[in-house]
């Protein structure tokens, strides 16, 4: 059974989002706990700013529920996860790294809710983030150089997103259930067009939540992917159209939803960050706010390196699905 | 708390290594369940060997607990840790990518058994590896290149382990505790003495394992570092000293077991598969012949990435330290 059901349904406590200059001219703007305008964040270097990212948004997480956590869970995209690893050296907790690509902010809510759920410890939290310029770098060319975009591409969230996990029942807002990403990879090698890359594994999560659950589309409030874009959006469409499971208008991509058409960012936002800021802004605020009930959270990840993609591989897909709801007992 | 008491203990049912040439000419050569003397394990690259042992490792631990597992837990050394995710392709399991370094098969094996004890599924995998020639390729240089190894270098192991976990009580080897490491950075910036870089974090762990578990080193049968190699061995004695927990003569580093001393590796062996195939090798096999009853299995890792070093950042470390040990309820 690849999905999980929590016993605990472990709850969530407290977030934290912080993001850069262009998701602060988007329509989430109002959403985010804080915004920096400066890509370098006061730092050296971009890698050094995403660092800066990854510490603010867990400090302000951990702020805002008011808890010590016991461990940290988070994952970003960089070489040897060292965003995250070198902020957990300002922040001194026990470090669980995550990678799944830009599904971390999914996969590492799954981890953070696990160990609590199992009553190892009380209280966790789970990281994700990015920063355009470095992602930029690692995986295509560095700004410098001024490449043209593909209008295929889409760019990457400069910010980072922090969410507290407990088992003290003092929200009502809970981690209820979770299906585990599979690596599906249908043989595209477009390093620009990663929601095509995605969106496969994205239906095969879907499908297997969806009957492991037994729910349909129209029993969340909410259905979000992370940075499909618009592409891979499309593509998810038409796939769950041929699984049986039609998404509707409840369906959104947080890549779509983060910025304007006019920003001139192609297929959408991308990035750990880009469903990061979304969860721990937009979507957790509409729980608080008591718009959303029972929401869907599935961020999905590309897992290539350019390596793979030098030696001609293909690019597999993997999406990790969250059930966010408010509960009661 | 940063140590976590397993509930349910859960059981190690399967295990599997498969190690190279290097490792195969080696001390450990007969604990290996498969030994694999070309270094391209019949593929095109380097690249996918390093993957083709992971597959292998398992592939061979799932045959040997004779149980489909729910979820793979697994992690490399490679850029976005490819070789797992690209293992995965394979496996068509649901899959949790996790990064510690060369801490990755402890870490990996406290998560498996953390999904286990929560009763949120009932079989996990465990799994690490790494690949000498890759890991040159990236960290350092190419092989073809000539490079002169410093003598404070260590040789990455070849192989992958893989380690089957579950809720049956049908082994008595247990998972019964773990404490997770935090980042310790003491300032090291020799890309070529890892066991320098990791020394400092793995003291930490042991002293906070050692007081948050009320044992002392000699209460355990064996204590394993993964890859500390000499120097890392010696500094860690040195400040278990000075933290009142001095280790004794059953205190042991998988990179130094690995080799003998005229296999020209300098400090030892390294790499997440070092740890990975001692552990699914020997350690576990002197479970089944009667020898180890309580084992403190604590990996190791450098969390740099060449980035962080070309911008001259210091080398953080992280150590996971896991207890096996047999169970009898």
């Known amino acids: 059974m690849s999905t999980i059901i929590f016993k605990q349904k472990p709850r969530i406590i407290g977030w934290y989002s912080v993001a850069g200059k262009k998701e602060s001219q988007g329509p989430l703007r109002e959403t985010f706990s804080r915004i920096v305008t400066d890509e370098y964040f006061g730092e050296k270097t971009h890698e050094m700013a995403e660092r800066k990212f ?45 990678y799944g690509a830009c599904s971390t902010m999914a996969l590492s809510i799954i981890n953070a809710a696990t160990y609590v759920d199992a009553g190892l410890v009380q209280t966790t939290v789970a990281a994700a983030g990015s920063h355009f310029a470095t992602a930029e770098r690692q995986y295509r060319t560095p700004l410098e150089f001024g490449n043209q975009r593909p209008p295929t591409s889409q760019w990457t ?52 939540h969806f009957k492991n659950t037994n729910t349909q589309p129209g029993d969340y409030d909410a259905i979000f992917s992370g940075d ?85 591989e293909s690019i597999p897909g993997i999406a990790n699905a969250v059930v966010i709801e408010e509960v009661t007992e």
């Open 54 to 98: 990854f510490v603010t948004a867990i400090q302000g997480a951990i702020q805002s529920a008011g808890v010590q956590p016991d461990i940290v869970f988070a994952g970003d995209l960089l070489n040897q996860i060292v965003s995250s690893s070198f902020a957990m050296r300002d922040i001194g907790l026990p470090y669980v790294g995550i």
């Open 157 to 208: 969230v400069t910010g980072a997103g922090a969410t507290v996990l407990s088992s003290a029942k003092t929200s009502s807002i809970g981690v209820t259930c979770a299906t585990i990403g599979r690596v599906v990879d249908y043989g595209i090698k477009d390093v620009n067009n990663m929601g095509a890359c995605m969106a496969p594994a994205a239906a095969d999560t879907l499908e297997r």
């Open 228 to 312: 499909l874009g618009q592409i891979g959006e499309e593509a998810l469409r038409d796939l769950m159209k041929e699984k049986g499971y039609p998404l509707g208008e409840n369906y959104y991509d947080c890549g779509k939803l983060i910025y304007y058409g006019e920003q001139k960012v192609d297929m959408g936002g991308s990035g750990c960050g880009c469903s990061a800021v979304t969860l721990n802004g937009f979507i957790l605020d509409k729980f608080q706010q008591g718009e959303y009930h029972k929401v869907l959270f599935m961020a999905t990840g590309a897992l290539l390196s350019p390596t793979t993609c030098f030696q001609g």
